[in-house]
């Protein structure tokens, strides 16, 4: 298994054994980087995964599917770090090398967390992370929390010729980069900048539905119980549960009509706009679904489905992934979608799930449901040699036309959805009328609260 991943070529300047403290052996850091050698570690990855409490997103079955679609084949290399002690791998970190261009000019190196997205480092942290995953991170072996960082910072720090910059996406608070590696690379004398990314709710699952209805707010508590009567009842509309093939396809194809028509409503394309995010959710989906991680149910209106709601199930969590519902529907003023939510709160119960994970956004319903949130944010490191090797005016002028060209396609994308929903030439007005005041929030933010100086802070002093 060993030799299988060691890569003939690099091996003796990317390989590092680094004494930990750990008993009778040191740790051992091999690269991987290529797509067969990364395919084959799928069992070890995801058993390696479901032992050390990761969440879903560090799954090899999610990384090595966002690889399949999402990466760029001209500029990103696989660049994962498997740490073994004795024969044992104890250790992941899923990176991958993402080289920027333009016009075929290679000019930046990063040194990524697979499945990040690619706004933030596009749009000078303006807009923050397009990608699927809601919380990336490296993999630890219960025992081998501070072994694996130090080891990891220390092969970082040897090996920082081969990137100019470290960019940590979409990471939790509570993850084993923030309480681990990040702390370590500190010590190591790496500089980093922390802008704050999103709030993720979450509840931890109560003893009975009954129960955690009774804690709501009256008016809050009065809303659901209507939608959860309704959903019992069965009158004004019913749950099912998704299991048959022909059933599942219909569901799931119907659910992303319903997302898809709420997000263009509101003036945005939607993920599923995407043909590449349309393959890769197809793929996962199927792979999940086979692995027992899914949990979807449906609402109906007799036989017209008027919600959907689908659900990742892994490591006692279930992750509230993507829901749909119908606006126009005479049932919609019972919010079937919540009654689904109140369903997987149920069947969590029942399955002794200890946490259902509401995700990325502070969108209103969700504290309806729970007042305890965890923050992600976004990290970017460098060595401060790094920082005087990339500062000259060649580099910020490639940046700043990659920076035009991201926002320039972006815009186009969102004029097309106002276009689409008003008649030329209104659609003009509704676009300035619906982007200008997010546009400046989005500078705002960036320049003037999150981050109050553009230099890159030193938390060694």
């Known amino acids: ?12 300047n990317l390989t590092s054994n680094v004494n930990n403290g750990i008993s009778d052996s040191e740790l051992k850091i091999l690269l991987v980087d290529t797509w067969s050698n990364f395919s084959n570690l799928e069992a070890d990855w995801n058993r390696l995964a479901e032992t050390s409490a990761a969440h879903i997103y560090q799954t090899h079955t999610w990384l090595s ?3 399949k679609y999402y990466n760029d084949q001209k500029n990103d290399s696989l660049f994962i770090l498997i740490f073994y002690h004795r024969d044992n791998i104890v250790g992941i970190a899923p990176f991958y090398l993402q080289t920027d261009s333009v016009f075929g000019i290679k000019f930046y190196r990063r040194l990524c967390l697979l499945a990040s997205g690619n706004a933030f480092n596009k749009s000078f942290g303006i807009f923050l992370d397009d990608g699927p995953s809601d919380y990336l991170d490296i993999i630890v072996k219960p025992g081998y929390e501070k072994s694996v960082p130090d080891t990891l910072s220390d092969f970082l720090i040897e090996n920082s010729s081969k990137f100019d910059e470290i960019n940590l996406l979409n990471i939790r608070e509570d993850s084993k980069i923030n309480n681990h590696l990040l702390p370590a690379l500190q010590h190591k004398g790496f500089e980093y ?21 009774n804690e709501r707010h009256q008016s809050v508590k009065r809303r659901l119980v209507q939608s959860w009567k309704a959903a019992k009842e069965g009158s004004i509309f019913s749950i099912r549960m998704v299991s048959t093939t022909d059933d599942y396809q219909e569901s799931i194809s119907r659910l992303i009509q319903l997302h898809q028509s709420r997000w263009n409503k509101i003036g945005y394309p939607g993920f599923f706009a995407s043909n590449q995010y349309r393959l890769f959710f197809s793929d996962i989906i199927m792979q999940f679904n086979r692995n027992g991680w899914l949990w979807f149910k449906t609402a109906h209106d007799g036989e017209h489905c008027i919600a959907g709601r689908l659900a990742f199930r ?15 529907t005479p049932a919609a003023k019972r919010r079937p979608g919540l009654a689904l939510l109140i369903e997987m709160i149920d069947d969590a119960v029942r399955e002794k799930i200890a946490v259902i994970d509401l995700l990325r956004g502070n969108e209103a ?3 309806e449901f729970t007042n305890t949130l965890i923050h992600n944010s976004n990290i970017r490191l460098r060595l401060p040699s790094q920082g005087k090797a990339i500062s000259n005016y060649a580099l910020q002028i490639l940046k700043f036309i990659s920076f035009i060209r991201f926002i320039f396609n972006k815009e186009i994308e969102l004029f097309k959805i106002q276009n689409k929903n008003h008649a030329f030439p209104l659609s003009f007005f509704y676009y300035f009328r619906f982007r200008s005041p997010m546009l400046l929030k989005k500078v705002k933010n960036r320049f003037l609260k999150i981050n109050k100086t553009n230099n890159y802070i030193d938390k060694s002093e």
């Open 193 to 213: 900048q922390i802008s704050f990314a999103d709030v993720c709710p979450y509840m931890t699952t109560p003893s009975s539905v009954e129960k955690f209805l």
């Open 1 to 12: 298994m060993i030799e299988m991943i060691i890569n003939t070529n690099d091996i003796s």
């Open 314 to 328: 892994f490591n006692d969590r279930l992750y509230d992934y993507l829901t749909g519902f119908d606006e126009s």
């Open 365 to 367: 319903y969700k504290f």
């Open 65 to 67: 599917t966002w690889w």
